[in-house]
């Protein structure tokens, strides 16, 4: 994701590398109900790793069905007409998500060297891309706080219509390990921009930031109950959320197979609103005539940076034949610029993978493509015996049947394929069950936007990779998910509109 002028970290050239601070003691690791900190309801506990190390770094409380119930009680209560957030208006709550942003500038350095601690992602990716976008994220929604209204609408007869777009109410929200902190601003920022209160469950492998946050909540000045968090696992505390009878709302990020399970509760519990961003195979496109420096480039940011594990990655690479094998050769060298180490080494570009079932997996899906008959042109193989860090691979000679070319494998493989013609090529990259995101690589703009309307996806990229931003909506077509976050089309995710008719007089 770096630009020009950027390490592979995303940092300038020319600035001085910041420094993760020394984590002695993890201040928070309770759960956070109604702007106070609570053990767990059933007594228990659960510890979280560092998975560059294996070692502990503490236990975390664990939130189950009861503590789930208490926080949708607190959440409720904080939504109803004439609470302290009801009442407050538009442009106060655009002032406390400004807060909010304003302290995790502050709290900058630990937020990031706690991500690293937890995910493994090496700490200059974590300062320099998450926060950062965690932090644009709660700016650009703090500034839509006040913009948000209805219309006024021309109707027959002697009546006129007006309006309104109201809270949703209560809305739950589950996030993944693989962007702990962005994906938690992702959901909050527009729950919190239309006036909702917001029960989030952030994922088991990685509560740290999402905890901390939960004191800068608090701190900002946020009423009791707008915002609770509840470590836990998926089966107790997030079924908890996506069944339960008094939340409006849910929001899931993470598998297709989960997101079929949070829409299935859904619906059987109150039929609640379900946004769903879930699993992707994303194809890029490079034809002949693009800039092929620059298509090597961005295609393995794609498919490397944070190890592999992301929904974005770019998984399925189809390559026209006339520069394929340069491309390889380019892939190839270009890999061997990966620095793996110390996540806390701001020198590190390649960290491990989020745990053991994760690397299994990853190892698996490996193993198979030489089976198949892919041809290995780099790694393919752990870093050492004991840990979790995989080898950044290549495969090329990638046929459409493999495993590794149908299955979302999450972790730090990339697989070249080869195309001749562009009818072809568009069939074989909409031939997934996914639609997450695409890219195109070619210096014919009437061809780049030829080929992204024939492409099956919710983003499309053209001559660039991972070109996230705030303002721009994110979500996939098909089973990889339902509506879309981030940008003004969130807002309509977190919101009801109501029409209000009148009847007006008929005399002057």
């Known amino acids: 994701m770096a630009q020009n002028g ?27 109900i109604d702007n106070d900190w609570h053990t767990s309801s059933r007594g228990r506990t659960f510890p979280t790793f560092n998975p560059a190390t294996g070692v502990k770094i503490c236990d975390v409380e664990e939130a189950d069905k009861e503590d789930v119930d208490k926080a949708v009680k607190a959440a409720k209560l904080a939504g109803k007409r004439g609470s302290p957030w009801r009442r407050m ?43 950062d976008g965690s932090i644009k994220t709660l700016r650009y929604y703090a500034g839509w706080t006040d913009k948000i209204h209805g219309k006024s609408l021309p109707i027959d007869e002697n009546f006129m219509c007006l309006t309104k777009h109201e809270p949703v109410g209560v809305c739950g929200a589950i996030i993944p390990w693989n962007f702990p902190l962005l994906m938690f601003m992702w959901k909050i920022a527009p729950a919190l921009s239309c006036g909702n209160t917001v029960v989030i469950k952030p994922a088991e492998q990685t509560p740290l930031t999402a905890l901390h946050v939960g004191s800068l909540i608090k701190e900002a000045g946020f009423p009791p109950g707008v915002v609770n968090i509840l470590p836990g696992f998926g089966p107790t505390a997030g079924a908890a959320i996506t069944s339960h009878m008094d939340i409006n709302k849910v929001a899931f990020t993470g598998s297709t197979e989960v997101g079929q399970l949070v829409k299935e509760a859904a619906a059987k519990s109150n ?46 690479v189809f390559v026209e034949e006339s520069i394929y094998e340069e491309f390889v050769r380019r892939c190839v ?104 995101v695409s890219a195109v690589f070619t210096s014919s703009m009437e061809r780049a936007l030829s080929v992204s309307s024939a492409l099956e996806t919710g983003t499309v990229w053209i001559n660039c990779y991972n070109a996230l931003h705030a303002q721009t909506p994110f979500g996939g077509y098909k089973m990889s998910g ?24 008929e005399t002057l």
């Open 6 to 32: 950027t390490t592979e970290n995303g940092v300038a050239d020319d600035m001085p590398f910041p420094q993760p601070v020394k984590v002695q003691d993890i201040r928070h690791t309770k759960i956070f």
């Open 89 to 131: 208006d538009a442009s106060s709550r655009g002032r406390l998500l400004h807060k909010l942003a304003d302290l995790m500038e502050r709290d900058r350095l630990l937020l990031a060297t706690l991500e690293s601690l937890d995910t493994g992602k090496p700490f200059l990716q974590s300062f320099f891309i998450d926060l």
């Open 271 to 316: 039929l609640k609103r379900v946004t769903l961003e879930l699993g992707g195979k994303n194809p890029c496109i490079v034809f002949a005539d693009c800039d092929l420096q620059l298509a090597v480039e961005e295609t393995q940011k794609g498919a490397f940076y944070n190890q592999g594990q992301c929904c974005t990655a770019a998984s399925r």
């Open 333 to 436: 060298e270009n890999t061997k610029k990966i620095i793996t180490g110390d996540p806390l080494d701001p020198q590190t570009t390649h960290g491990p993978q989020i745990d053991r079932q994760q690397f299994d997996k990853i190892m698996d899906l490996i193993e198979s493509g030489k089976r198949e008959g892919a041809r290995l042109e780099r790694g393919g193989a752990a870093v050492d015996e004991k840990g979790l860090f995989i080898q950044p691979t290549i495969f090329s000679g990638v046929k459409d049947h493999m495993r590794i070319a149908q299955e979302e494998i999450f972790g730090p493989v990339q697989c070249i394929f080869s195309f001749k013609s562009q009818q072809e090529v568009i069939e074989r990259a909409n031939s997934s069950k996914y639609g997450l």
């Open 482 to 505: 339902n509506g879309r976050e981030l940008g003004e089309y969130a807002l309509a995710e977190y919101s009801e509109v109501k029409a209000v008719t009148i009847k007006l007089s």
